[in-house]
């Protein structure tokens, strides 16, 4: 679904691109805006201030291996 989204977003595009109205970007806006919700969100996680002389421990973790062992 999302590759048929695509290829009608650059359609759009490249239909407005070569002199067509202005229609065609909307299409493309609105397509483009429909690809981005269907997508699940991995933005940020937290957000702390931190403040001078303040140390942090960061840990990365595979989203699959968290999911896949409950115990950690």
């Known amino acids: 679904m999302d ?3 695509g290829r009608l977003r650059r359609l759009g ?3 407005w691109a070569e002199g067509g ?3 065609w970007l909307a299409f493309s806006v609105v397509i483009w805006v429909l690809r981005r919700a269907r ?5 940020v996680v937290v957000s ?3 403040k ?8 990365l973790i595979d989203p ?3 999911g896949a062992s409950p115990d950690t």
């Not at 997508?39 to 933005?43: A, E, Q, V, Y």
């Not at 001078?52 to 840990?59: C, I, P, W």
Request: net charge negative; no cysteine.
């Open 21 to 23: 109205q202005w229609a």
């Open 13 to 15: 595009m490249e239909r």
């Open 52 to 59: 001078s002389g303040e140390r942090y421990l960061v840990t």
């Open 3 to 5: 590759w048929v989204l």
């Open 39 to 43: 997508r699940p969100d991995h933005g």
């Open 64 to 66: 699959v291996e968290a």
């Open 48 to 50: 702390v201030p931190v």
